[in-house]
């Protein structure tokens, strides 16, 4: 059989890797579009604790038949900051139990179902005119074109099972010794990187081991290196997402790297062990059966069916006490200073157990919509190139876009028909404020942005700092406590120009700098003054309603009952 490696191996090889990459990221980009608290309740319920992690990752993998696809589902939903770290941990487990469960379904043909489900899935996209209709459209195109891409690369590299020098290769192995079960071990892992399937490889190993090309003790050491070689299609998954999502993957790794180093000492007493189970299942699998007067081993891809399944619920049993150790080693892994910065993603203050108590909730919501408006003032940080301020000015705003939609719910949720009138005022006027504060944060990143983006002459630097000083200081109107406290000096001490004034300086720039400057320069104090509007708007509906003497009347009115926190109930984010 000629092989044309450019048309039948490259071709599809990088065409199922780019589709892949694309995949991946329109379902990240879709579900972070979506409701994410609403994503946020569904998972809590599915993977809320470690143990329904396992068991979520294991009741998916089983009917997707595929770990590969479950593992980069969970990464993507970790970049989308949909799933902490520490369920995607116990979700992974579960997905190496699930793939096993299936073993005969590896032809399952979902490549060409991505196929048709992306082109069905791009459609709805182009034609809908409904916004969630159209992110439900894109995370499952992203989704559906993973499936087609890895179809593509497994298909490309399917021919070079049929090369001779790779059934050579395979002829001659045989895990006889420690140093022949590493080599079976590390040659099957490299064929399931290059697969990115380790029930193919486990397909591939079946038929071999069944046809007596491996005896069953290599056919079952390859099952191990396909586990191992299984979790590179995570880590390339990983490579353009954001750091917990590396961890995601890295989980993955280390997961079935520290189960494969420790079966492989106890390989050979493993083996005895399976031989006897293997009287329940048929018998000895080195016995042969004559069909058509022709040797097979028929009970060789039994045996290392059972031998995969058990191997990954032994390896969960025995890891799983320590996911917390996982989660904590692994949140170290590529940590830098500028993951130090607060997350501002999940709610700080926000107590569910706080929502029937009318008085202890509203200060929670006041604490969280003033944590909210400190995130809003660090795109000044971001603006001026401080050293402990966030790298990203778009991961900061996703951040805080979450925040805003936690305190907006959560507030909302306090609204209940028998209030009387003054707390329901009260409320509005939380939810109005928190509406203010999420349009100041938006114009604060654009004002990080267009500052990020253009690169100032000294002239033009000169404005574009006065500007960033002129709103720093309203910020002040509306957070105290932010910066630099202001000197004890009578009014007026220190003045800011007027955005007329700058607007007047940057026109008269001339040729001390270029039109892409002055352009942007303008645009930014389009933005500065919109949110010196705001920043107004905000200290206007905080004095709106007198809401020291709404809570005083409420605390009276409260009958006397056990603090719902003193049962250690830590804050969460809202539903």
Not at 34 to 49: D, I
Not at 208 to 233: E, P, R, Y
Not at 278 to 292: C, K, R, S, T
Not at 393 to 411: C, F, K, N, Q, V
Request: proline residues 5%; contains cysteine; hydrophobic residues 50%.
């Amino acid at each position: 059989m000629n092989i044309d490696i450019f048309k039948d191996i490259l071709v599809p090889v990088i065409g199922g890797l780019g589709l892949f990459m694309l995949g991946l990221e329109f379902m990240s980009n879709g579900i972070q579009a979506l409701s994410v608290n609403k994503m946020r309740e569904f998972l809590a319920k599915a993977a809320g604790t470690p143990i329904k992690g396992v068991m979520a990752g294991t009741l998916i993998t089983g009917v997707i038949q595929s770990s590969t696809a479950m593992t980069v589902m969970v990464v993507g939903l970790v970049n989308a900051g949909v799933v902490a770290l520490r369920p995607a941990i116990s979700v992974i487990m579960g997905a190496n139990i699930g793939t096993t469960l299936g073993n005969g379904l590896i032809a399952l043909p979902l490549g060409p179902l991505g196929l048709i489900f992306s082109g069905f899935f791009a459609l709805v996209y182009c034609f809908s005119k409904n916004e969630k209709v159209r992110n439900i459209a894109l995370s499952a195109m992203g989704f559906a074109l993973i499936f087609y891409g890895l179809n593509l690369m497994t298909g490309g590299l399917r021919p070079l099972r049929n090369m001779p020098e790779v059934m050579a290769l395979l002829s001659t192995l045989q895990a006889d010794s420690y140093l022949n079960l590493i080599k079976c071990v590390l040659i099957a892992a490299g064929i399931t990187a290059l697969i990115h399937s380790s029930s193919a490889t486990i397909g591939i190993v079946m038929g071999l081991g069944a046809a007596g090309i491996l005896d069953w003790k290599t056919a079952v050491a390859f099952s191990l290196g396909a586990d191992l070689g299984t979790t590179i299609t995570s880590w390339m998954a990983s490579l353009n997402l954001s750091k917990n999502a590396k961890r995601a993957a890295y989980a993955h790794i280390s997961f079935n790297l520290i189960g494969v180093c420790i079966t492989v000492p106890l390989f050979f007493i493993s083996i005895e062990v399976l031989r006897w189970g293997m009287q329940w299942f048929g018998g000895d699998p080195a016995v042969p059966v004559l069909i058509d007067g022709k040797e097979t081993f028929p009970l060789v891809p039994v045996a290392v069916g059972v031998y995969s399944t058990v191997f990954n619920i032994f390896n969960t049993l025995l890891l799983f006490p320590f996911v917390g150790v996982f989660e904590r080693v692994l949140s170290r892994v590529g940590h830098t200073d500028d993951e130090d910065v607060e997350d501002y993603s999940t709610p700080k203050f926000l107590n569910r157990a706080l929502a029937d108590d009318f008085a202890r909730a509203v200060p929670a919501v006041e604490q969280e919509t003033a944590r909210h408006l400190q995130a809003g003032a660090l795109f000044l940080d971001i603006a001026r190139d401080k050293k402990n301020a966030p790298a990203d000015p778009g991961e900061h705003y996703l951040a805080t876009d979450i925040l805003s939609r936690d305190i907006r719910t959560y507030t909302a949720a306090l609204m209940k028909e028998d209030l009387p009138y003054d707390r329901l005022d009260l409320i509005a006027s939380l939810i109005e404020e928190a509406d203010f504060t999420a349009a100041l944060t938006e114009s604060m990143h654009q004002v990080a942005r267009r500052v990020k983006r253009e690169k100032f002459s000294d002239k033009a630097q000169a404005i574009v700092d006065v500007a960033l000083d002129r709103l720093d200081n309203a910020l002040r109107q509306i957070l105290p406590d932010y910066g630099i406290a202001d000197p004890q000096m009578p009014a007026g001490h220190v003045t800011f120009p007027e955005l007329e004034e700058l607007r007047a300086r940057t026109l008269s720039l001339g040729p001390n700098a270029g039109a892409g400057e002055r352009g942007t320069i303008l645009a930014l104090l389009g933005s500065i003054e919109r949110a010196e509007l705001l920043i107004r708007r905000i200290d206007a509906e905080r004095k709106s309603v007198n809401r020291q003497s709404v809570l005083a009347h409420a605390v009276r009115q409260k009958p006397v009952a056990p603090r719902a926190d003193e049962g250690g109930l830590a804050p969460v984010p809202a539903e």
